[in-house]
């Protein structure tokens, strides 16, 4: 059998809140995303196709080192609202789009509703699985795209979770982002 070509790729709870356009000054954010949908061509690089409103949106791919506790940037890719749908399925049922995205993801990778039915139940066992521990973001895959990380402006997840849930790594140095208060937060 061979991969699929799209996959359900669900955040830990332990890492919402914090992503690229949270880390990245807007420009910075503008410059790698549209980078992304012209290398792409304005197409999804999952199925080809493209949306109505906006023909791509961009995309983070995470790889998770489960023993390091690392979440892993390994790049960006351009995909169509359906495609990045069906990534987010989490989101999808939040949103009553299931039924929608489910669909999307049986004709994308030729499936029966059974073999999407239990691609998206590993796919929730793998978040309940990952969403029991902290992890470290590494993002070093930005120093070679020229932008500065800038702390999380997002809610201040040590008062949420009463420990601190993530450093941001920087290649070799090893250096995490100093964190902002929320009051400092809030004045940016």
């Avoid at 290398?39 to 790889?63: F, K, L, M, N, S």
């Avoid at 601190?164 to 140095?173: C, D, I, K, T, Y």
Wanted: glycine share 8%; hydrophobic share 35%.
């Amino acid at each position: 059998m061979t991969a699929p070509r799209l996959v359900v790729e669900l955040v830990p709870a332990t890492s919402w809140f914090e992503n690229l356009r949270s880390l990245l000054a807007p420009a910075d954010w503008d410059r790698l995303r549209r980078q992304t949908y012209r290398a792409a061509r304005y197409r999804c690089e999952v199925c080809g196709g493209r949306g109505e409103a906006h023909p791509v949106e961009c995309h983070e791919r995470w790889v998770y080192d489960e023993v390091a506790g690392t979440q892993t940037l390994s790049g960006l890719i351009a995909l169509c609202p359906l495609c990045h749908l069906v990534v987010h399925f989490g989101y999808a049922r939040t949103v009553g789009r299931q039924e929608e995205a489910g669909r999307h993801l049986m004709r994308v990778n030729n499936w029966s509703r059974r073999e999407a039915h239990g691609h998206v139940q590993a796919a929730f066992a793998t978040f309940e699985r990952r969403s029991g521990q902290h992890w470290r973001l590494d993002v070093s895959w930005l120093a070679g795209q020229g932008v500065e990380v800038r702390p999380p402006a997002g809610p201040d997840l040590e008062e949420l979770s009463g420990e601190v849930l993530f450093e941001v790594l920087f290649g070799e140095e090893d250096q995490p982002v100093p964190r902002l208060s929320r009051a400092e937060r809030r004045r940016r």
